[in-house]
């Protein structure tokens, strides 16, 4: 009786064990999950005609107007400071120490591939994601979602699928901007220093020299995906919102949501690359 008693005890705790692993589990890989449940639905919405009705066309163009229209300018305020900081530096010491051959190469590995996708998703994420967040926060705490049900409207391809589109298009369509502002400002500057010689044509030309042909598909895709990402995280956090829940909640776990998406775009593209 002992023996099986003993037996029961460890076997109970065993289980209790394996559910508290199994919650925390749970609890940590639910949004991830939700996140490539959601990416792979608005995949498939965005290719379906039936789910571009009108009202789908006008939140996509609203929400593209604000993200890539409004976001312009601080796009290309920062890649200023970019070019400033890094391409002109780079400029400078590679030109002083004679390896001006390699000046292509680093802009293209620092520049190119990493800075710009992170601080573009940065950009998006805080003009475009907290705002869809704060807005479907809002719907699915007042109850505007069931509404919308009730209209026969779907929230997922309203809002949801036409967001993260629209961002994805705003990453790339920023990225680009970024990256041909940051690369005139450094050799503007460099060139009044007087530490590079030569053409913007001719230093155009060996930056896209430098580029592989694989980096004329990865750099675009990685741009799209964080912009997508930054969309898709922004509203799923919203609509997940409880009743309880308010602005001084939804936003900082949106917003770190955001940063980790962005990070793991960033980093799962470098890893294949």
Request: charged residues 15%; positive net charge.
């Amino acid at each position: 009786m002992k023996r099986h008693g003993l037996r029961s005890v460890l076997v109970f705790r065993l289980r209790a064990a394996l559910a508290a692993i199994g919650h925390w589990a749970r609890t940590q890989l639910r949004f991830p999950l939700a996140l490539l449940a959601a990416g792979w639905g608005v995949m498939l919405d965005g290719v379906r005609p039936s789910s571009w009705r009108r009202t789908a066309r006008a939140e996509f163009r609203r929400t593209l107007r604000q993200a890539a229209g409004g976001g312009l300018v601080s796009t290309l305020f920062t890649a200023a400071l970019a070019g400033l900081a890094m391409v002109s530096q780079a400029l400078y010491w590679l030109g002083l120490t004679g390896l001006d051959r390699l000046t292509g190469g680093l802009i293209v590995t620092i520049l190119l591939r990493e800075v710009t996708p992170v601080l573009v998703g940065l950009i998006l994420l805080g003009r475009s994601g907290m705002l869809s967040v704060t807005e479907l926060g809002a719907l699915a705490t007042g109850g505007q979602l069931r509404s919308l049900i009730g209209q026969g409207i779907d929230p997922f391809s309203l809002l949801v699928m036409t967001r993260s589109l629209a961002l994805a298009v705003s990453g790339f369509t920023l990225g680009i901007a970024f990256a041909m502002g940051a690369l005139f400002v450094g050799f503007l500057f460099s060139s009044l220093l007087g530490s590079i010689q030569g053409s913007l044509w001719r230093f155009i030309d060996e930056v896209l020299t430098a580029m592989t042909a694989a980096d004329y598909v990865a750099i675009p895709l990685k741009l799209l995906f964080v912009g997508f990402v930054v969309g898709l995280s922004s509203c799923l956090t919203g609509l997940e919102a409880a009743p309880e829940e308010d602005q001084s909640v939804l936003m900082p776990r949106g917003f770190a949501r955001g940063i980790l998406a962005v990070m793991t775009v960033n980093i799962a593209f470098t890893a294949i690359g």
